[in-house]
């Protein structure tokens, strides 16, 4: 049962994937109003909100734009850099998105950056605790126990990056209409895009869950023998 819902979920993200890269390379040849590039609109998203301390770079990469709190950079892929279209839009101000989240300090970006440094010492032992946890369940179930709980702290983690990321998208999306970057006819193409990169994190959280559910399952029946 569980490697059908393994496959399921891994054919779900494939799907999602496709389907986001398809529609962004389709919305990449719409053009904004006035032509604004990526990183036109990320400085002005930033200046609207008062934020002049955040630095828009170009990183190389499809789809590898972030925001970095830690020494506030708004990195925009190329082609949203020095793009015009209401792709590169969208995933800027998506991005801007975030920037305004840390300068509000919005409660849920505040928790996920708190989570940080655990997760990342959970996401670098978790796989291999839980493989020793695994052989030695039958007279140490404790360690199997403790590869579960560093596997809960990163699905704890995606689930947390949900409300971050949904309303970095709203306030995105509220922007581009409010400042006329986005037209009656292309707005709905913005939050089409918004919402699909939203779906890779949803389901990125529903395969975690179901493969803590697995480690607890395992757990349990091999604690029971």
């Known amino acids: 049962m569980y490697w059908i819902i393994f496959i399921g979920f891994a054919l779900i ?5 496709n389907r986001l890269q398809s529609t962004f390379k389709a919305y990449s040849k719409i053009p904004t109003v006035n032509n604004l590039t990526g990183k036109e609109i990320a400085e002005k998203m930033l200046h609207d ?12 990469g499809q789809l590898t734009d972030n925001y970095n709190p830690l020494n506030k950079t708004l990195n925009l892929s190329r082609g949203v850099y020095y793009g015009d279209s209401v792709a590169s839009g ?10 305004v989240q840390h300068s509000h300090q ?4 505040m928790f996920r950056s708190r ?15 839980l493989l020793a946890g ?11 126990l403790f590869g579960i709980i560093l596997f809960a702290l990163t699905t704890l983690f995606s689930f947390v990056t949900l409300p971050v990321e949904i309303n970095a998208s709203k306030r995105a999306l509220v922007w581009l209409s409010n400042n006329n970057i986005t037209t009656r006819e292309t707005q709905p193409k913005a939050e089409h895009a918004l919402r699909l990169a939203a779906y890779t994190y949803v ?12 480690y ?9 023998r």
């Open 49 to 60: 909100n008062d934020i002049y301390d955040v630095q828009v770079t170009c990183i190389e």
């Open 90 to 99: 969208a995933v800027a101000a998506h991005e801007c998105g975030h920037a």
């Open 115 to 129: 989570l940080v440094p655990v997760v990342s010492f959970a996401s670098q032992w978790v796989m291999w605790v």
């Open 13 to 17: 993200s494939w799907l999602i994937s």
């Open 203 to 214: 389901a990125a959280a529903l395969a975690s869950l179901a493969t803590l559910f697995y």
């Open 216 to 224: 607890i399952l395992i757990f349990v029946g091999g604690d029971r």
């Open 106 to 109: 919005y409660a849920w970006l």
């Open 134 to 144: 695994m052989f030695l369940l039958k007279i140490f179930p404790q360690l199997m």
